[in-house]
């Protein structure tokens, strides 16, 4: 037994890479392309358009530009943002490349946001943020994954 077994493992140690601790909102950004609603008169609902997408507490904002954002100014969907306790990111049939949705869970009748990322790791990352700010959003709402639409959102008056 000559050798010498150099102290601790060396570099493997660490906390696993910089995860955010006690629960705190993952803020991510970057640029998708969003499907138009539909809504429009010229026709130009079923058209992708670029917009930079900012991730934060929970809620997913959109900005017509990353000047937008960057200068200050207000996000498109400010008043209206997307609570991610109430939508699910999923890939459905993908009609192109990098395609996902977000799903509403609490109300199917709602809008469901068509969106495009520009490359696949820009989709895995966006996926994953979205899922992992999901839970979070359930959690700090009182939520648990399999119960959102039973939360307290009466949609059933006494009179039916």
């Known amino acids: 037994g000559w050798w010498v077994v150099s102290g601790g493992g060396g570099s493997g140690g660490g906390d696993g890479g910089g995860r955010v601790g006690g ?9 998708l392309y969003k499907k138009g609603d539909g809504t429009s008169a010229l026709g130009t609902g079923n058209v992708f358009r670029r917009r930079y997408f900012v991730l934060k507490d929970g809620r ?3 900005f017509k530009t990353w000047e937008d954002y960057g200068s200050g100014g207000k996000a498109t969907n400010l008043k209206e943002p997307i609570e991610m306790h109430r939508y699910e990111a999923k890939i459905l049939d993908s009609d192109g490349p990098n ?5 509403p869970t609490d109300n199917p009748l709602e809008r469901k946001w068509e969106l495009q990322a520009a490359t696949p790791s820009d989709l895995a990352d966006w996926l994953d943020v979205l899922q992992q700010t999901r839970a979070a959003a359930l959690a700090r709402h009182g939520l648990t994954e399999g119960r959102s639409h039973e939360a307290p959102v009466l949609r059933h008056g006494p009179h039916d």
């Open 23 to 31: 629960g705190a909102m993952i803020t991510h950004e970057g640029h």
């Open 60 to 62: 997913l904002f959109y």
């Open 99 to 103: 395609r996902f949705d977000l799903v």
